[in-house]
């Protein structure tokens, strides 16, 4: 129903709002830079403090169906000529992230800031910048929308 | 604050935060009409059961989870269903289940069974096939005698035998060494004996076969079966290659002879293989044909050992032939005109070795300017690779009817020896031709009729031998009797696979010879060939920058 989707989105919209223009309450390294529609959303990413990708800064794309929230949005990184997606070894070169909470361990409590903040700490958690195994495939086959992929959600330590 | 003595209800909550949805309902500002609220388990989230069934649906239906596994996200508690969930429901649910799953196997089954039937259609196809070659190469007595029309009365190597036979026949003609002999394993081997054939030992007769040469006539000791002399199948091989097309094609020429220069792969890799090769080589060479309708096809000849040699030498020049690099080229044009047929197109491949040099030269003479192998060199590999395919299919069909033909033509070819054999006495005794005996008649001695033909076919061949090839064959024959005495039929019977044999080879020979002469002929249209000259009447004469004082 179009209209669970549309409300959930304008409030979580709302939210994120007053806590951008919040200091304190902001999630540290998480900006809100691009939300015109209630299709597609843009952020952009920092890990702070001491990790791997330290001073690299990164923009997420999401997108929305109207099956929201009973389905997950479409998360993934841009690849453009300012920003290039971060070296681990669950995002690959197109930008795509395998990530449990985009797919199976999707539910309705949680949202997009919650995405965010989980991607956030996948990134600051990683021992060492490496691709994903088998990323030329991929890379060469994906489709454009990271949903349409068949993730295997394996190696949940790294 | 209020105490409460009862456990609170969802009623209680003074705003329900639906936890899909994200909307509020405050307890005293509820909205009309008022929505279901469900707490389904041990944590603080709530939410709408419109939502929270909706959810679940999407989780059976895309994650096809079972009722056993949806559950909170936050506690994990597992939903607990009531309302409308009869026997009969679960009861058609799991048996729906339990068919799927049988379903399953029984695509599997089908499957299974489509492949091996259609494998057993063409093992009896073969099969037939096998026994219909084995009539008439061997002849219908022998035929009877071994095989009979009856499968049931068929021995049981003669199951794995029959099927293989028209592979054999198609796998000898390449120019595999081994390969090209196949055919005798299924055909001939297994026959005289009824002992079942050990194959190891064929295989090795096989390969010693053809590297027999002419002189060596007598039969190695302990040889099991020797039904065709040597001399028959080292006889020169002449078979065409076909490499490096050049043009678009046309079904391939006659390609009917015991080798095959190469199969079909390689020549599909071959001509871009060659292309950056050829456009060295060709850079002055011309096609004689105009572009356009004139394809040029150039072939080879590769011939055996002995007959290579001759060959070079009378139209090259003494030339040592490599072991087996290709021999000379001769270049042969397209004549469109000529139809499909046997005298058709020819197809070659630019030599490879310095030879071939000297060939250019003289095709440069011979053909003006080169236009067409502009015109060449811009195909790309594309049209080439096309062009290659389009030739195998052709001249794929023509192999394998080549193959299959053989042994009606080796029937053919034995009537009329049989035939001549009435007139010519000394053909005759060359196929030992012996009136058929009744099957049912004593067996006749070791060395009898057939000992006799045999010492006489082997003293016929085995005239480059010295003297002693004579007690040598007299000793062969012995020994080829004593085997043979194992079969009574062998020994007594007129043989007419030998003429047969001898008949095919007469014709392989002979066809060859065809195609060597077409291959001359050809050459030497190619290289006088000159175009005709015509008058300028008709053409203004002001464009023609004409000598100021003409002749």
Redesign the interface.
């Known amino acids: 129903?179009s209209v669970?989707y549309s409300?959930?989105l304008k409030?979580?919209l709302h939210e994120i709002q007053i806590e951008q223009a919040d200091p304190a309450k902001r999630a540290a390294g998480i900006q809100l830079l691009q939300a015109e529609d209630l299709k597609t959303w843009y952020f952009s990413l920092e890990v702070l403090g001491e990790s791997l990708y330290k001073n690299e800064i990164f923009h997420l794309m999401v997108r929305f169906d109207t099956?929201y929230?009973?389905?997950s949005p479409a998360v993934q990184f841009v690849v453009s000529d300012k920003v290039k997606p971060p070296v681990h070894p669950h995002v690959y070169t197109n930008g795509h992230i395998c990530a449990s909470i985009l797919g199976?361990d999707w539910?309705?409590?949680l949202s997009v800031m919650a995405i965010c903040i989980t991607i956030q700490s996948m990134l600051a958690s990683c021992k060492k910048k490496e691709l994903p195994e088998g990323n030329d495939d991929y890379v060469r086959t994906a489709p454009d929308n990271p949903k349409k992929t068949r993730f295997i959600y394996h190696d949940d330590t790294v | 604050m209020t105490q409460h003595l009862h456990e609170p209800t969802i009623d209680d909550l003074s705003v329900k935060l639906c936890?899909?949805?994200?909307?509020e309902e405050r307890h005293d500002n509820p909205p009309d009409p008022p929505p279901l609220w469900v707490h389904p388990c041990k944590c603080t989230?709530v939410a709408h059961e419109s939502?929270l069934v909706?959810?679940i649906l999407?989780q059976q239906r895309?994650?096809g989870r079972s009722r056993g596994e949806l559950k909170c996200?936050?506690c994990g508690e597992l939903y607990e269903f009531e309302g409308y969930n009869p026997v009969g429901l679960r009861f058609l649910n799991s048996v729906n289940r339990a068919l799927s799953r049988f379903g399953r196997v029984i695509i599997l089954f089908c499957a299974g069974t489509l492949i091996v039937s259609f494998g057993a259609g063409i093992y009896l196809t073969c099969t037939t096939y096998g026994a219909f070659a084995v009539h008439e190469f061997l002849g219908p007595d022998m035929f009877r005698a071994l095989l009979t029309a009856n499968p049931t009365k068929w021995p049981w190597h003669a199951w794995i035998h029959l099927p293989l036979v028209p592979f054999s026949l198609i796998a000898s003609r390449t120019s595999s060494v081994l390969w090209a002999t196949s055919p005798l394993v299924p055909l001939l081997f297994p026959w005289p004996s009824t002992l079942p054939v050990v194959a190891a030992a064929n295989a090795e007769q096989a390969g010693t076969w053809a590297v027999r040469p002419p002189a060596a006539v007598a039969p190695a000791p302990g040889t099991r079966v020797r039904d065709v002399p040597p001399r028959a199948i080292s006889w020169p091989h002449v078979g065409l290659d076909q490499q490096g097309r050049q043009g678009p094609l046309q079904p391939g020429d006659e390609q009917e002879g015991l080798q095959r220069g190469q199969r079909e792969q390689e020549q599909q890799e071959r001509p871009p293989q060659l292309r950056p090769q050829q456009q060295q080589q060709r850079q002055q060479r011309q096609q004689a044909a105009p572009p356009g309708p004139g394809e040029q096809h150039r072939f080879q000849l590769q011939v055996g050992e002995q007959f290579h040699l001759e060959f070079t030498h009378v139209l090259f020049g003494p030339e040592g032939p490599p072991a087996d690099a290709p021999g000379p080229a001769l270049v042969a044009p397209v004549n469109p005109a000529a139809g499909a047929g046997a005298v058709d197109n020819l197809v070659g491949e630019e030599p490879q070795q310095p030879e071939g040099q000297q060939e250019q030269e003289e095709e440069q003479q011979a053909q003006p300017a080169g236009q067409g192998q502009e015109q060449w060199d811009e195909n790309d590999a594309g049209a080439v690779a096309a062009r290659a395919i389009r030739t195998t299919g052709a001249s794929l069909g023509r192999l394998i009817g080549g193959a299959l033909a053989m042994p009606t033509i080796a029937r053919i070819m034995g009537a009329v020896l049989l035939r001549i054999s009435h007139i010519v006495p000394l053909v005759r005794t060359i196929i030992a031709h012996r009136p058929p005996v009744p099957p049912a008649a004593p067996a006749a001695s070791l060395v009898g009729l057939w000992g006799a033909a045999s010492v006489s076919a082997l003293r016929l061949f085995g005239r480059a031998g010295a003297n002693a090839d004579l007690d040598q064959s007299g000793l062969g024959a012995k020994l080829l009797g004593g085997f043979l005495a194992t079969s009574n039929e062998w020994a007594r019977s007129d043989p007419v696979w030998w003429r047969n044999a001898l008949g095919l080879g007469i014709y392989l020979v002979a066809k060859d010879g065809l195609k060597v002469l077409h291959l001359l002929l050809a050459k030497k249209e190619l290289k006088e060939r000159h175009i005709k000259n015509k008058s300028f009447s008709g053409i203004d004469l002001t464009q023609l920058d004409l000598m100021e004082h003409p002749k």
């Open positions: 129903m669970v409300r959930r409030k979580e099956e929230p009973f389905k199976d539910s309705p409590t | 936890f899909i949805c994200r909307e989230l939502c909706r959810w999407t895309d994650f996200p936050q």
